[in-house]
């Protein structure tokens, strides 16, 4: 939608789009490397970080190139989440919940998926396209500090 409101045709975005969707592919080839080097929490947190960043300065940029490589970051911070927060999700959840907690993990994600394109429309429509990312950065940075929470109780005195 802000590559239309800014003047790119469908072939542009779409490559924008998929950039997207290929980094987010790429990094989870070299996240278990990455994984035996950072803690979970440390990965989360610094993912969460960088995504609101990239949230913030994305609608700034007016260039196919630029928001090309918003779009090529936020997909290597989001395709580091996805498997973290499964990860993450099993280590604290007791062995009797864990089917609970990721049926849990699966309603939400699917029912965001279709309510937050609702939402998210209906804001952009009246408050802009721009308005929407900030507010989904804010959100975001508003867990980071849920995030950093979840390092283990005996890193609390090294971090």
């Given at each position: 939608?802000l ?6 045709s469908a ?10 969707a ?21 990965l ?19 260039s196919?190139?630029a928001?090309g490589?918003?779009?090529?970051c ?18 604290i ?20 998926s279709?309510?937050?394109p ?6 952009g429509?009246?408050?802009g ?5 900030w ?18 109780k ?6």
């Amino acid at each position: 939608v802000l590559g239309h409101e800014r003047g790119l045709s469908a072939s542009v975005v779409g490559t924008i789009l998929g950039s997207f969707a290929v980094a987010s592919a790429m990094i989870r080839v070299v996240l278990p490397w990455i994984a035996r080097r950072l803690q979970e929490y440390r990965l989360l947190t610094g993912a969460m970080v960088c995504a609101s960043l990239i949230f913030a300065v994305y609608p700034l940029f007016n260039s196919a190139l630029a928001m090309g490589i918003c779009s090529v970051c936020l997909g290597v911070v989001l395709g580091v989440v996805q498997p973290m927060i499964m990860s993450t999700l099993h280590q604290i959840t007791p062995d009797h919940r864990q089917g609970e907690a990721l049926g849990l993990r699966i309603m939400t994600v699917n029912a965001s998926s279709v309510i937050m394109p609702l939402i998210f429309g209906a804001a952009g429509a009246v408050a802009g396209v721009s308005v929407v990312f900030w507010v989904v950065g804010t959100c975001v940075a508003s867990g980071t500090p849920q995030a950093w929470r979840l390092r283990p109780k005996h890193a609390s005195h090294s971090s």
